[in-house]
Every structure is written in structure tokens, then in C-alpha cells.
């Protein structure tokens, strides 16, 4: 199973609470971004383009366990940036685990095998280690060389030390679903609790603007790479997540479902559109104007949109909300394979994947990022 039923009871739980107390927006998973700073410059990213003195700041343990305790939500993502090179992050973490948090630490893993003695294993920390594909395509993605085989080692010496470990992959436009579906076997064979996968968003400051997928490109891309399965493929996803990847379903945006809380405050609307702060989160949910957003809105900045951050608490809350949603999401649980003669054939049409062009840094300059 790829999530432990402790925590599947716990988030189960807590959203059937919101269902009964008639609450229409309410927080999934918070996204804290502790710092914005990083040791790659991926192409395809935007939170690493603020000017030094905003790449300087940090959010206190304090200031995280505020923002924690006023959203209230059952599982805490911790992206950036790189976590790791938080100089508090073993302290943030464990203010976390005492307050029963399911915790995702989201890291590039360059620094983890170094940073594991800082941490302790628990039910309630995940080491998502961020890799995009094979170890070709992975270091193309993140600019960086060597950068796969760091991280490969880094997980199997977490793992060995008993901690829960998944893997986060953003795909973009040229991705190829054979080597994709390649890249699953690995993980799998490397005993990771499961997987999880999102197309990338068009961020206005990220280098490379040539390989964002439309709506279109990712559900057929999608449609390829999870048809199919193997029966060994473990996600860390909402199942009907995976099948509104695949074009199967149908959601609209709920941006509140995993609000971003950072250096600047509560960012609206998301995690990856940055249209002002908010102070609280009680004013990030009554001042934003929430209709100006989503594929339904028409705002162009959300046209090609389908990350996890936007649509899994939508695919979650759609489990919730009838009878039909939660004998799908059973039925997804069980019924892994999704057979489709159609997807094999685009798997043997699929040309050879355009990477972004970028240059990529040799290993020995890894070692200067972690200054």
C-alpha cells in the first residue's frame, strides 16, 4: 500500500469533518516554503528568480508552526527551494511531528545523505525526493549532472536507515512515456513507498517557456504513460487524480485545497500564482476572489493548468462528496490496470523526446551549491 492507513484515516477523517460541518473551502495539505533558496537552477522552475536579498530570507520555526496551527490542515508539504539547506529545518520538522502532521519534505536529495542524522524515522516524515525521469533525463531536467546518481544513493541510504521515501516528478513536453514508464520500474525496484507525478506549470520567470504541456498534450502524454500499469506501480496520488491526468475525469481548481504559506505570507491564490499576500489564512480565504481562477475562470494563466496542487484536492473532495465519487475511487484503488490498446500505440508513435535546452553544470560544481 503506498500510504500507510494511519494516515489514510487521518485525512479521510478530517475531510468527512469539513463534509458534515457544511464547509465548502477548507485546506488538504499546506505548502510551507520555508526559504525560496536552492542548490540547482532547474529550467523549468520560477521560485528560484527573486533577487538575492529575498533569497537571503528564511521563516522561523516559530513563523511555520504559526501558519500550521492557524490552517489546520492534516498533512504539511515542505517545498521551496531546497529544505534542506534551512539551517532549522530538523527543528521545523519535529515541531511538526509533535503536532502529528503528515509531513512531505520535498528535496533535490543533494544534500539528504549528509542531513538524515539531523532526523528521526516516524509515520509522520516523507522524504520527497524530487527526480524527472531516468538519470538522463532526470540531470537534463535539473541542469545539473551527476544530480540522478546523488539522489538514487541518497534514497537507498534513507530507506535503509527505515524512513518513508516517495519521489516527485514533473513531466514536460518532449517527455518520453516509455522511458517514463522505465523510470517507475526503478523506483519501484529501489522498495520506495510509491510515487508521485504532475505536469509542469508555466511559470512567467522560468528559463526554458518552450516545454509547458497544454491540457491537450498532458492528458494524451498522460494517457500513454499511466494505461496499462504494471501491478507492482505504486502512486502517492489521489487514484481519480491520476485517471484526471489521464483524461478520464473532469474537476475544477480548488486552489484553498493546498494553500502556500511563505517568507511574504499567504500567497494568493496558490502555490503557483502569486497575485498578493494575505496575512491570515481567514484573509486568504475571504479576500480572494476565487472565481478568477481555475480552467473555468478564462484567466489565462490557469488555461493549461493540471498540477497536483490545484486538482488533487479536488479529485480528494470529489471521493467525499457522493456515493458515485467514493465506489470510483474504490474501483481506481482496485482496479489498477486501465487496459488500452489505443495508449500502446501511442507509446510506439512517441518520437524521441526534445529536452530543454539548457546547459548542464559537470559534478565537481555540484559541491559549490551547497555553499
Known sequence: MAVPVSQMWTVSSYVLRQKLAGRKQYPLVLMLEPLFRCNLACAGCGKIQYPAHILKKDLSPEECFRAVDECGAPMVSIP??????????????????ARKKYIYLCTNALLLKEK?????????LTFSVHLDGQREEHDLAVCREGGYDIAVDAIKEALARGFRVTTNTTLFDGADPKSVRAFFDEMMDLGLEG???????????APDQKHFLGRARTRRMFRAILSNRKKNWRFNLSPLFLEFLMGKRTYPCTPWGMPTYNVFGWQKPCYLLQDGYAETFAELLQTTNWANYGT????????????????????????????NGF??????????GYRDEEALRMLDEHIAPVHPLVQIAPTDELERTRA
Open 80 to 97: 521551496g527551494g531546497e529544505p534542506l539547506m534551512h539551517l532549522q529545518i530538523d527543528r521545523i520538522v519535529d515541531g511538526l511531528v
Open 296 to 323: 473555468e475562470s478564462g484567466n489565462p494563466a490557469c488555461a493549461n493548468c493540471m498540477v497536483h496542487s490545484g486538482y488533487e484536492a479536488s479529485a480528494v473532495n470529489a471521493t467525499f462528496s457522493s456515493l
Open 116 to 124: 538524515l542524522h539531523l532526523f528521526k524515522p516516524s509515520k509522520y
Open 195 to 205: 510515487m508521485m507525478l504532475s505536469p509542469g506549470y508555466s511559470y512567467d520567470k
Open 327 to 336: 465506489l470510483a475511487t474504490v474501483k481506481a484503488t482496485l482496479f489498477t
